[in-house]
């Protein structure tokens, strides 16, 4: 049974792009699947579907056997990380960590050390009471990943999250994101551009082309690994 299910999935927008052509793709539960491709090939677009955010111009695409927008209302299972970071500006760093967890039904000091723990991992120890406001570009990456990935959610959606990153903190995420699709068995959804940064990562990569503004083909490759 497919975790998420795009069926024949086109997407064209208002002024004319075909982002995505005939995108046909299921995943299974416990995969760690990269879209892989050159930049407009349509990689965000189809991540967005998934988080809910976009529809499709033709075919379907579900998440939990229901439409992604309905799932995420429904559940506290699905977290994201996209380019832009999305805190909430009136509240603290380590309470936007905290908020995910909580939402889960994690006890407060549970929720509160836990967001501690990742934040600390991320490098951002001395800035768990400021304001988002207070921070860089990249920190506030930082933040939005720390919030992800201290949720453990069943299904993690991330686009080029690590792309704005210095590589210290970079591959210090990387491993805990491996770290954590082992430990709670997440479905993890990934795009990059990066061809290494897959391979690294990925139990399966979804290669997809670019030809004018449009898909036109994906390839599965079986790694060798978990
Ligand atoms: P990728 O993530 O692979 O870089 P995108 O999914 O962002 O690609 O974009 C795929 C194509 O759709 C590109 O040609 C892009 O310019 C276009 N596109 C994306 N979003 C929109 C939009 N809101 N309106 C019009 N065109 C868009
Ligand atoms: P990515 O870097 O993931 O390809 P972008 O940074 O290009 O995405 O896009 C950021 C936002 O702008 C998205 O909401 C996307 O839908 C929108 N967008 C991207 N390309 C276009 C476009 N050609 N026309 C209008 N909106 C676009």
């Known amino acids: 049974n497919d975790i998420v299910a795009f069926r024949h999935v086109s997407k064209i927008f208002n002024n004319g792009t075909v982002a995505l052509d005939d995108f046909d793709l299921g995943i299974k539960e416990g995969e760690f699947i990269t879209f892989l491709g ?4 349509g990689k965000s677009t189809a991540l967005r579907m998934a988080a809910g955010l976009g529809e499709a111009s033709s075919g ?11 799932t995420i209302r429904d559940t506290n299972d699905i977290a994201f990380v996209f380019q832009e970071p999305n805190l ?6 380590l309470d936007n960590v905290v908020l995910p967890l909580e939402l889960r039904g994690t006890a407060k000091k549970e929720a509160k050390e836990e967001a501690k723990r990742v934040l600390e991992m991320v490098g ?23 919030r992800a990935l201290a949720a453990k959610p069943k299904l993690l959606l991330m686009d080029e999250p690590f792309a704005a990153l210095d590589e210290m903190t970079r ?55 978990p």
Not at 88 to 93: G, I
Not at 124 to 146: N, T
């Open 88 to 93: 909430l500006p009136w509240r603290r760093v």
């Open 171 to 225: 591959q210090s995420l990387q491993l805990e994101l491996l770290q954590i699709w082992e430990q709670e068995k997440s479905t993890i959804l990934f795009v990059t551009h990066n061809v290494f940064e897959a391979v690294f990562l990925s139990s399966r990569i979804a290669i997809m082309s670019a030809g004018p503004g449009r898909l036109s083909s994906i390839i599965d490759v079986d790694l060798p690994y």
């Open 124 to 146: 951002l120890k001395d800035y768990i009471q400021s304001y988002p406001r207070e921070l860089s570009g990249g920190m506030k990456m930082r933040v939005s990943i720390a």
């Open 60 to 70: 379907e695409v579900t998440v939990f056997d229901n439409p992604p927008i309905e």
């Open 38 to 41: 050159p930049s407009g090939c």
